[in-house]
T-cell receptor
Framework: EDQVTQSPEALRLQEGESSSLNCSYT??????LFWYRQDPGKGPEFLFT???AGEEKEKERLKATLTKKESFLHITAPKPEDSATYLC?????????FGQGTRLTINP | NAGVTQTPKFQVLKTGQSMTLQCAQD?????MYWYRQDPGMGLRLIYY???????DKGEVPNGYNVSRLNKREFSLRLESAAPSQTSVYFC?????????????FGAGTRLSVL
């Protein structure tokens, strides 16, 4: 069965303190790995799509990477406005499976 | 550009009551989806519509029905609400079923069933 697991469940950082969020997946025939950002009381907002191992994508302070079993969302010198829940999702042959998310808090 | 609009934003129901959640998109997308989001769990797909005139079950369809009214609108109906259906419901759309990746989400409907 296709499965996506994110860790940690919650992460608190100080402003400027870089870190990484992990997304482990077991999906047969991966057709894409996706990252979304979700702010409280809002719907998820698309960030990145990665299609093959070794691929990397960047947007401002965020960089997403992909291996054959995991994806990482690296956050460099985060700011308080980066506080949100980050969702990972993997597309297999037939469906998109979401992880439970990592709640990130950046303290000023 | 409104994107995906869901109504209502909040709803409280009693067990056994029925209601319809409305969703409309203005991006001319072909595919639309209904998810539920519960604490500690990922988004779970309830139903989806690959194109106007078609609907299919997702991971958790029991207790729900859907209607793809036209290309813009996709509604979710709870015929007899149960406390287990207390959740946050999200509607999403994408250009086509093959581009499931870039899904655009509405703001959600927060439903409580007492």
């Amino acid at each position: 069965e296709d499965q996506v697991t994110q860790s940690p469940e919650a992460l608190r950082l100080q402003e400027g303190e870089s870190s990484s969020l992990n997304c482990s997946y077991t999906v047969s025939g991966l057709r894409g790995l996706f990252w979304y950002r979700q702010d409280p009381g809002k719907g998820p907002e698309f960030l990145f799509t990665l299609y093959s191992a070794g691929e990397e994508k960047e947007k401002e302070r965020l960089k997403a990477t992909l291996t054959k079993k995991e994806s990482f969302l690296h956050i460099t010198a985060p700011k308080p406005e980066d506080s949100a829940t980050y969702l990972c999702a993997a597309r297999g042959a037939q469906k998109l499976v979401f992880g439970q998310g990592t709640r990130l808090t950046i303290n000023p | 550009n409104a994107g995906v609009t869901q109504t209502p934003k909040f709803q409280v129901l009693k067990t056994g009551q029925s209601m319809t959640l409305q969703c409309a998109q203005d991006m001319n997308h072909n595919s639309m989806y209904w998810y539920r989001q519960d604490p500690g769990m990922g988004l779970r797909l309830i139903y989806y519509s690959a194109s106007e005139g078609t609907t299919d079950k997702g991971e958790v369809p029991n207790g729900y029905n859907v209607s793809r009214l036209n290309k813009r609108e996709f509604s979710l109906r709870l015929e007899s609400a149960a406390p287990s259906q207390t959740s946050v419901y999200f509607c999403a759309s994408s250009e086509a079923i093959d581009s499931w990746d870039i899904q655009y989400f509405g703001a959600g409907t927060r439903l409580s069933v007492l």
